[in-house]
DNA sequence: TGGCACCTGTAACACAGTTACAGCAGACTC
DNA sequence: GAGTCTGCTGTAACTGTGTTACAGGTGCCA
């Protein structure tokens, strides 16, 4: 044999390269085999089929995530930091939500943080029911928020533009408004006020 | 000339058929002229090609949607009302959100609403920037709201699955929080629960 | 030496989007 | 009426996708 024998994981490793490189649609079965300089029954050998090579990934980035450690005083400042930490985890891993949103998978990905959340909310005093139902809302609350953000940063130009949208007529003379709503999002501030705002008014409750 | 000519409104037609019988991949240019018994290069006469075709059904759909009516006493509680709203709009057209989420034009289909929750927001008082952020916060809610949950109706049978997760030990000795998190979501009382939690939030700071 | 499990390559199948090109029907012009 | 031109349709192909039947090759073990 010239090359050494192909192994699962060079598959996987030359996989992920095509994926972060250029996204999930641009892995395929051809060129992957081209990639690895081999034949693509090689890769079916291996790997079963491109479905189960996506799931291998998606299994393979997961757990490479790094563990969430809450910072703050608080439990709700708590609380808001794993959420911000999670986000960061997804946006440093753009191709993974696509896969993961694809793959109807996106609750697995949350799971490491929904145990710290779990933990965060016990902090708080509350048990039970009412525990359960802030974890899920945050939990909905940052993977939702992180798809909206991947959606817009993927969506080509908007027609009409914003701007043109929010003029004095439509904004109801609120320049300011329609200034505000013109301009870029800044995600990262509304994403930490959204999420303030949402634990601090269920726990007060 | 047999069958009366085809237009392009037949052809969109029965394209959003196809797409609501069995979603956005079902449709492909074959099926579509065999539904319509007439060849392929006829659809690509008519609507260019399969992007555009799919960018006029997302458009037809949209304008599709009733004009959103605001109800409630308070203007927190219409502008949940208004997030309810177009939240039943987007779950009673489940193909849609695919399509636009996969066209990454989900904010395209959400300006209705954004002049709906304008309007509230400024009858609360609140104008200029802390207005937009009032909105956009409601706006990122709803819409990752139902991404999200339309990733969990599609997902596959999780593994582990959810119960076993939750056993005693994980859920840090809190039967009633491991009993709550492995039972199925009551999506419908989550949502509501966050949006008024976060408008409350954002309207009292 | 034979046999066997593991791995690779050739060549095909069905299906996808897309298009070059020929042709048909009807209206319009001279 | 003959010619032409526009609008529309059909045939048949091209490329690229996932997938697989099948024939081998390679190295280990008995």
Known sequence: MGRPALTRDEVLETAAGLVKQHGPDALTMRKLAAELGTAVTSIYWHVGNRESLLDALVERTVA?????????????????????ALRRQLRDHPHLVA????????????????????????????????????VRAVQFQVVGFVLVERNRERAPVQQPA?????????????????????????QERLFVTSVRALVEALLAR
């Open 162 to 186: 914003e701007e043109q949208l929010w003029d004095s007529e439509t904004a109801e003379d609120d320049p300011g408004l329609a200034r505000a709503l013109a301009a870029p999002v800044d």
């Open 64 to 84: 490479d995530l790094g563990v969430i450690r809450p910072t703050g005083r608080t439990p709700a400042q708590r609380i808001v930091s794993v959420a911000r």
């Open 99 to 134: 896969m993961v949103h694809e793959r109807g998978l996106t609750e697995r990905m949350f799971l490491p943080a929904q145990r710290a959340l779990v933990h965060e909310v016990h902090a708080t005093g509350l048990r039970g029911a009412r525990a359960a139902e802030v």
